[in-house]
């Protein structure tokens, strides 16, 4: 608050005015107090919408219209609840916890705990980085995050909340704000609270939309203080793999999300002309940012499932974590290949002392000398210091040891084993580790280095070992020769969507002729390795696709050459246009994608976008043809992004494994009554068909994820073109990975137009068969009555 | 007592009672009236004795005479062996569709009171068939026919090994009478 003339106090919250006596003709008051919830600044032409900065219940109505068409399909993890001293409780057969709660609503409240934590990790990085960048660069210091080429710099932020932010300062705001909200969703979750499984669901996209806010704050101050790409298609390739290290020199290894100490490495090395002493080689997505700083000083390993095949090879000569996605046990198992470790984050202090304070040079020694397995330093320029100095030191010292074993021991090892199946009953994946144990035993180890390709470097198959083997390092020990010689490159994360590139693409994208947008995001956790996520990628670039990625999934999409040597970056131009795979960066990146969405509706459509929430949803819901896959969902963080894209009406496909998130969103395309929007023109409820057909849902085979990606780009307002186009790519996808015609075609095509003309005969046939009768089309579908233009009669 | 096959995947009090001979499995199709038998993508990359899987499971619902969903892409597969599914759906689709009491089938004949599973990845599986325990139990028995132990199925067959589900499975084609 502001001390305002002497009885009134302004800030953008609220207006308070205290008047200490107000005489008048019919009263006298004493002590009086006006409150004016927030006050917002009217240097922006747009008017306000209706929803600034909504609180958990203002878009309840919206989230209620998806969840009457998307109910939710519950798979309990177990049946109980092990929340409270009440419990445990057992939830079956429609049993009621002690607290009164059932199995539907337990299972809500666990999906809403995890969007949560998600929300709350991005908005604390979000907040972790503004504090540090205001402090390095000034609360003036100017968003930027493309130039003239980005007049709509925070779609997110704008949408949600109205704000218009101009420098790193207005963003505080914006951050207290989604901290109040995380704080209300997460004390919804608190026993005797909500009840209602519905409700909880309502929060859970709440807890999205919160995050998305959070996660684009995030993005802007890092591209905006740091110079990361700006919205740049062009942006330059950097190399990732195994093999990119040049292991002659001292390495750096780098784990995490949150790249300011990363950051400080680099410019240290910089400032010390000691750039081309040191390695700087990253893991997660810190190693996304670090190369969107330096793509030349920094180079990428892998995603998060490489974290202890890294470590364990002896190639880091020393590793910093920060936060997020981070191994717990990173500090043993660095101790194990006698490499320091620094920890940089408050979220991610491994039990280290705590040296912020202590001079550099004591600690580089106490590192050096090995007085101490690591150190905490929360201070990103001071790391820097102490990484390169000590790296510089030790390496000599450690001559890349490390805990992979020779081939010898494993071959010994293998002979051993009992086949007790313990290894495989631990991994998440099944993998016939016993099998390969057996070979191994006959001096064949290529079952074992077949392994690796599945892994998803979790290690459960070492605990669960009687004979306490570190099968994980066997399997990497079977790989080595191969990994050593693994480099590609990764286009680095480009940030925002250029306002022109909407221009080009937002009319053909919801006219559908640009058939639709995939998103590839989410972690590692896949059920046969990111090869499958880089052929998804591939297989619709070709089709004329916008394909975006971000996260590990964009680096899965990097690990692929063809036969003449290219990684899929180099093929594909990194333009968000058809055809385009476009690397938007990191996982706080992920609005760029949501944004692009916004700025379609904003841009092309010209709906007001500022605190408009429910009608931008709306407009993507029902014309935006964008759909979210993450194969390889593992986090509470990739639940809470894809609850932002739900809640934006974006439809999101996870992989197998993604079951286990214990909560889908299920269209029932059997249901013609539950598809019925309005026609916004005349208020008439009409039917539009199953599209999209569901808001969540785990695939269980890559080929089926294809086919549902073609499908869940199919709109209500497609043009008879592009709904053509769309069937086109549904049909033959189905054909060439299912080996038959769809069955359900009936329910997309809603006019003859709309039948591909290369398979006219073949859909007749079908439709004639199925009685088909021609329906309407709609031009302006909407689910929200109040965006009716005039009401039937 | 029957193990999860995945070492942690404890599932609480209700768990699958155990298939200790195949004749229980064709005592509860036989007495059956809506049957259905839903089958995962795994049918056709796993070796049962000298075939695939999937010409087991074919074998097996033409002797039962049960309507068969084929989930993921395998629906090919089937035909290509000259069998048509009744149907073919996300494997998430059929269980969302088990789950609700107002579903009349594929058939438009009604809901099914007995599901038997097969060839899903096991923790996709595991966690269709805790749906259906939670919220179809009042009218649907479910069975696991895999090789591992579904604890949240009505019942499953334990752990065992290759040669004996072979074995087992070949029982209940037979004691159904091959067709």
């Not at chain 1, 390095?136 to 995050?145: E, S």
């Not at chain 1, 090995?370 to 790391?383: A, E, F, R, S, T």
């Not at chain 1, 040891?401 to 495989?424: H, L, W």
């Not at chain 1, 919801?510 to 590692?524: D, Y």
């Given at each position: 608050m502001i001390p305002f003339n002497g009885g009134v106090q302004l800030s953008k919250k609220s207006l308070v005015v205290k008047v200490k006596e107000l005489k008048t003709d019919v009263a006298v008051m004493k002590d009086l107090q006006v409150s004016v919830g927030r006050v917002f600044e009217e240097t922006w032409a747009e008017s306000i919408g209706p929803t600034p900065f909504p609180s958990i219940t203002d878009l309840r109505a919206w989230d209620f219209k998806l969840l009457e068409r998307y109910k939710p399909f519950y798979l309990p993890f177990c049946d109980v609840c092990c929340l409270c001293t009440f419990g445990k409780c057992d939830l079956t057969k429609d049993k009621r916890g002690a607290c009164g709660l059932n199995m539907a609503a337990q299972q809500a409240r666990i999906v809403l705990l995890a969007c949560s934590i998600g929300a709350a990790t991005h908005i604390g990085h979000a907040r972790h980085l503004l504090e540090h960048l205001i402090?390095?660069?000034?609360?003036?210091?100017?968003?930027?995050?493309?130039?003239?080429?980005?007049?709509?710099?925070?779609?997110?932020?704008?949408?949600?909340?109205?704000?218009r932010p101009k420098t790193l300062g207005d963003l505080e705001e914006v951050l207290d704000y989604c901290e109040t909200e995380v704080t209300h969703l997460l004390s919804a979750c608190h026993t005797g609270q909500e009840g209602s499984n519905m409700d909880f669901e309502s929060k859970v996209l709440h807890a999205g939309m919160i995050d998305q806010v959070g996660m684009e704050v995030a993005d802007m101050v890092q591209i905006s203080a740091y110079g990361f790409p700006k919205a740049d298609p062009e942006a330059p390739l950097t190399e990732i793999g195994w093999g990119v290290a040049d292991i002659s020199k001292p390495v750096i290894l780098v784990i995490g999300h949150n790249v300011p100490s990363s950051i400080g490495i680099i410019d240290y090395l910089r400032d010390k002309g000691l750039y081309n002493k040191v390695e700087v080689v990253g893991i997660c997505c810190t190693a996304i940012d670090v190369t969107r700083y330096s793509p030349s000083m920094a180079k990428i390993v892998g995603p998060i499932s490489w974290q202890l095949r890294y470590i364990r090879s002896g190639i880091p000569d020393l590793i910093v974590v920060d936060e997020q996605c981070i191994r717990a046990d990173a500090l043993p198992e660095a101790q194990k290949i006698k490499a320091p470790v620094i920890?940089?984050?408050?979220?991610?202090?491994?039990?280290?002392?705590?040296?912020?304070?202590?001079?550099?040079?004591?600690?580089?020694?106490?590192?050096?000398?090995?007085?101490?397995?690591?150190?905490?330093?929360?201070?990103?320029?001071?790391?820097?210091?102490?990484?390169?100095?000590?790296?510089?030191?030790?390496?000599?010292?450690?001559?890349?040891?490390?805990?992979?074993?020779?081939?010898?021991?494993?071959?010994?090892?293998?002979?051993?084993?009992?086949?007790?199946?313990?290894?495989?009953?631990?991994?998440?994946?099944?993998?016939?580790?016993?099998?390969?144990?057996?070979?191994?035993?006959?001096?064949?180890?290529?079952?074992?280095?077949?392994?690796?390709?599945?892994?998803?470097?979790?290690?459960?198959?070492?605990?669960?070992?009687?004979?306490?083997?570190?099968?994980?390092?066997?399997?990497?020990?079977?790989?080595?020769?191969?990994?050593?010689?693994?480099?590609?490159?990764?286009?680095?994360?480009?940030?925002?969507?250029?306002?022109?590139?909407?221009?080009?693409?937002?009319?053909?994208?919801?006219?559908?002729?640009?058939?639709?947008?995939?998103?590839?995001?989410?972690?590692?956790?896949?059920?046969?390795?990111?090869?499958?996520?880089?052929?998804?990628?591939?297989?619709?670039?070709?089709?004329r696709y916008i394909v975006t990625a971000s996260g590990c999934a964009a680096m899965s999409i990097a690990m692929q050459k063809d036969?003449?040597?290219?990684?899929?970056?180099?093929?594909?131009?990194?333009?968000?246009?058809?055809?385009?795979?476009?690397?938007?960066?990191?996982?706080?990146?992920?609005?760029?994608?949501?944004?692009?969405?916004?700025?379609?509706?904003?841009?092309?459509?010209?709906?007001?976008?500022?605190?408009?929430?429910?009608?931008?949803?709306?407009?993507?819901?029902?014309?935006?043809?964008?759909?979210?896959?993450?194969?390889?969902?593992?986090?509470?963080?990739?639940?809470?992004?894809?609850?932002?894209?739900?809640?934006?009406?974006?439809?999101?496909?996870?992989?197998?494994?993604?079951?286990?998130?214990?909560?889908?969103?299920?269209?029932?395309?059997?249901?013609?009554?539950?598809?019925?929007?309005?026609?916004?023109?005349?208020?008439?409820?009409?039917?539009?068909?199953?599209?999209?057909?569901?808001?969540?849902?785990?695939?269980?085979?890559?080929?089926?994820?294809?086919?549902?990606?073609?499908?869940?780009?199919?709109?209500?307002?497609?043009?008879?073109?592009?709904?053509?186009?769309?069937?086109?790519?549904?049909?033959?996808?189905?054909?060439?990975?299912?080996?038959?015609?769809?069955?359900?075609?009936?329910?997309?095509?809603?006019?003859?137009?709309?039948?591909?003309?290369?398979?006219?005969?073949?859909?007749?046939?079908?439709?004639?068969?199925?009685?088909?009768?021609?329906?309407?089309?709609?031009?302006?579908?909407?689910?929200?009555?109040?965006?009716?233009?005039?009401?039937?009669? | 007592m029957a193990e999860p096959w995945q070492t942690a995947e404890i599932p609480g009090p209700a768990k699958a009672l155990v298939i200790t001979k195949p004749a229980v499995v064709v005592a509860m199709i036989k007495r059956a009236k809506r049957p259905i038998l839903v089958v995962g993508h795994k049918v056709i990359d796993t070796r049962l004795g000298g075939s695939e899987a999937i010409d087991l499971v074919i074998r097996l619902?033409?002797?039962?005479?049960?309507?068969?969903?084929?989930?993921?892409?395998?629906?090919?597969?089937?035909?290509?062996?000259?069998?048509?599914?009744?149907?073919?759906?996300?494997?998430?689709?059929?269980?969302?569709?088990?789950?609700?009491?107002?579903?009349?089938?594929?058939?438009?004949?009604?809901?099914?009171?007995?599901?038997?599973?097969?060839?899903?990845?096991?923790?996709?599986?595991?966690?269709?068939?805790?749906?259906?325990?939670?919220?179809?139990?009042?009218?649907?028995?479910?069975?696991?026919?895999?090789?591992?132990?579904?604890?949240?199925?009505?019942?499953?067959?334990?752990?065992?090994?290759?040669?004996?589900?072979?074995?087992?499975?070949?029982?209940?084609?037979?004691?159904?009478?091959?067709?």
């Open positions: 402090e390095k660069f000034g609360r003036n210091c100017p968003i930027d995050v493309g130039g003239i080429n980005v007049e709509i710099e925070a779609p997110v932020t704008r949408l949600v909340t109205g704000i920890a940089s984050s408050p979220k991610n202090c491994l039990g280290l002392e705590d040296r912020t304070k202590s001079p550099a040079k004591e600690i580089i020694s106490d590192l050096v000398e090995g007085k101490v397995p690591g150190v905490l330093i929360l201070d990103p320029d001071k790391v820097g210091e102490v990484a390169v100095e000590t790296v510089i030191a030790v390496a000599s010292k450690r001559k890349k040891f490390k805990s992979i074993p020779e081939i010898e021991e494993v071959i010994e090892a293998a002979k051993k084993c009992t086949q007790c199946n313990e290894c495989r009953r631990a991994c998440p994946n099944d993998l016939p580790i016993p099998d390969a144990m057996k070979a191994a035993a006959k001096g064949d180890l290529n079952p074992l280095a077949q392994i690796l390709k599945d892994c998803v470097g979790c290690a459960r198959c070492e605990g669960a070992c009687p004979n306490d083997f570190p099968l994980h390092s066997f399997v990497v020990a079977a790989s080595q020769n191969d990994l050593i010689k693994e480099k590609f490159k990764i286009r680095v994360g480009r940030g925002a969507i250029q306002d022109v590139e909407i221009r080009n693409v937002g009319g053909p994208i919801v006219m559908g002729e640009i058939p639709g947008v995939v998103a590839l995001v989410g972690c590692a956790n896949y059920p046969h390795g990111g090869r499958e996520v880089a052929e998804m990628a591939e297989e619709f670039a070709k089709r036969e003449e040597g290219k990684t899929l970056y180099e093929k594909y131009p990194g333009s968000f246009d058809a055809g385009g795979i476009v690397n938007v960066g990191s996982c706080v990146s992920n609005p760029h994608i949501a944004g692009a969405a916004i700025k379609i509706a904003s841009i092309f459509a010209k709906l007001p976008l500022r605190a408009n929430y429910e009608e931008i949803a709306d407009y993507v819901h029902t014309r935006v043809g964008a759909v979210g896959v993450a194969w390889g969902a593992m986090s509470q963080k990739a639940a809470s992004i894809a609850s932002g894209f739900w809640r934006l009406g974006v439809p999101v496909i996870v992989g197998p494994h993604g079951s286990k998130y214990r909560r889908m969103l299920l269209g029932r395309k059997d249901r013609k009554e539950d598809w019925y929007d309005y026609d916004a023109r005349t208020g008439e409820k009409v039917y539009v068909g199953p599209a999209p057909e569901h808001l969540f849902y785990a695939a269980e085979t890559k080929e089926e994820a294809m086919v549902m990606i073609a499908k869940l780009c199919i709109r209500p307002a497609d043009t008879t073109k592009g709904r053509a186009i769309k069937l086109t790519h549904y049909i033959d996808l189905h054909k060439r990975l299912y080996g038959v015609f769809p069955d359900d075609i009936d329910l997309f095509v809603r006019t003859k137009a709309d039948i591909p003309i290369t398979m006219r005969d073949e859909v007749l046939k079908f439709l004639e068969e199925k009685k088909w009768k021609e329906g309407r089309i709609i031009n302006n579908p909407t689910l929200v009555p109040r965006l009716i233009k005039k009401r039937k009669e | 619902a033409k002797a039962a005479e049960i309507p068969v969903v084929a989930t993921a892409h395998i629906v090919g597969e089937f035909i290509k062996r000259d069998f048509h599914p009744a149907a073919w759906m996300p494997a998430m689709d059929i269980g969302n569709r088990l789950k609700d009491p107002e579903w009349n089938g594929i058939d438009g004949e009604g809901q099914y009171d007995l599901a038997l599973f097969m060839g899903m990845p096991y923790y996709m599986e595991w966690l269709i068939l805790s749906a259906l325990k939670h919220f179809a139990y009042k009218y649907l028995t479910t069975i696991s026919l895999d090789r591992f132990y579904q604890p949240h199925a009505t019942w499953s067959f334990p752990n065992t090994k290759t040669e004996e589900w072979t074995k087992n499975l070949e029982n209940v084609i037979s004691m159904l009478g091959e067709k």
